[in-house]
Every structure is written in C-alpha cells, then in structure tokens.
C-alpha cells in the first residue's frame, strides 16, 4: 500500500471542504434532495469554450448515519438530445489503482466545498447563438450510504492510497453502497470564440510601406 501526497496528486483532487458556504439567498442556486440528502450549489450562468467552470456546493446530510464523498475532481456527461450538462461529483467506482481520500459528513452535518469542471469542450457548439440551442446545467453527487467499508480512507491526511489489490477489493462493495443526489437543471449560456475568417487574416496583415518620392 503505497501512500499519495498531495503533490503527487495535486491535478486529480479538488481543493475541497470547509469552504464558503453556499449562498441560499442566490436565484441560480440548484437543490437536489434524495433519501435524507440535500444538495445545494452556486453555479455560473456562462460556460466557455475550454474554460473551467467554478463550482461551489453544500452537503447536508439529515440522516442518523453517517456518509462519505470522495475528494476527487469531477467528471461531466453532455447529453445531445436533451443539451444537457451534467457534472459528476464524487465517484461511483474506486479507481483501479487509487483509492481517494474520502471526506466523511455526520449524522445532521453540513459541509461545503468548491471545484472545477471543464464542460464546455463537451458541447456541439456554433458560431450562431440563434442556431446554438439553449443548454442546461445539472449536478450528481455521489456518496457512500454505509462508511463502515471505507474507514481506512475516511477524513486521511493524504489525497489517496495506491493499493491496487484493495481497490480491486472494494469495488463491488463500493458500486453496492453508492448512491446519488440530482439537483435540478438550469439554463446556462454558452460562450463560443468566433471562427477566424479572411477578413480577420488581413486585418493581421502589416500594412505596406510606400516608397519614399525621390
């Protein structure tokens, strides 16, 4: 079992807990609620091309038990049919060789934490904003209903334990004890760079310099 610190590791995880809390009095915060746990977010009405998008959210959990999120950066899904962006907190899977660090929330606990995401790069975009459709905004969170599998990585100092063999180990018992918060969708304006046209080349183009009249 190999130990992972947070230099080795630093773009895998975010940066998260103990954070600003998530402003309740803001009319684009989503709510997700699901088996005795609320989500809260604040998230961005833009996302540009290529841009990470900055996330912060709220974890209550009202159960008399305790749960567990997995520090790690999150992954988005675009669904074409419906134009929708949904950004995946957590995981429902360990990895296949590191385990993540686990942030566990206590029975009637709060805790808010903040992340990135890179979602515009998932989106069918167009030059046109008329013809590019309107685009909605989701999260899922992910977190283990039953801690007592995981306490080996509940609240560790490291960002990780690369340990093939037990991740191999928990896996099943991971995908068993998952289970997921949806928040609600909300619209989101997509930000794209216009194409470099002729016009733009020449406008690069140094002008000439006329010859001097003798």
């Not at 709510?31 to 091309?49: H, K, M, N, Q």
């Not at 590191?98 to 029975?107: C, H, Q, T, Y």
Request: hydrophobic content about 40%.
């Amino acid at each position: 079992m190999t130990r992972i610190g947070p230099s080795v590791l630093l773009l895998l995880f975010l940066t998260a807990c103990a954070t600003t809390a998530v402003n309740m009095s803001e009319p684009r915060r989503i709510v997700g609620t699901e088996s005795s746990v609320r989500i809260d977010a604040e998230i961005s009405d833009e996302l540009r091309a290529g841009a990470p998008l900055g996330i912060t959210y709220q974890i209550t959990n009202q159960r008399s038990t305790a749960i567990a999120v997995a520090d790690i950066l999150p992954e988005t899904t675009w669904d074409p049919e419906t134009h929708t962006v949904t950004v995946s907190i957590g995981s429902e899977v360990p990895g296949l060789t590191i385990l993540p660090r686990l942030v566990k929330i206590g029975p009637g606990e709060k805790k808010s934490f903040t992340t990135t995401a890179r979602v515009a790069r998932l989106m069918a975009q167009s030059s046109d904003p008329r013809k590019t459709p309107l685009t909605l905004l989701r999260l899922k969170v992910n977190f283990l209903g039953d801690t007592e599998p995981f306490v080996e990585l509940i609240d560790i100092p490291e960002k990780g334990i690369a340990d093939a063999k037990r991740a191999d180990e928990l896996f099943a018992v991971w995908l068993e004890r998952n289970e997921a918060v949806y928040t609600n969708a909300v619209p989101v304006q997509v930000q794209v760079r216009r194409p470099a046209t002729e016009s733009d080349a020449e406008r690069r183009v140094p002008g000439r310099r006329g010859r001097g009249g003798g």
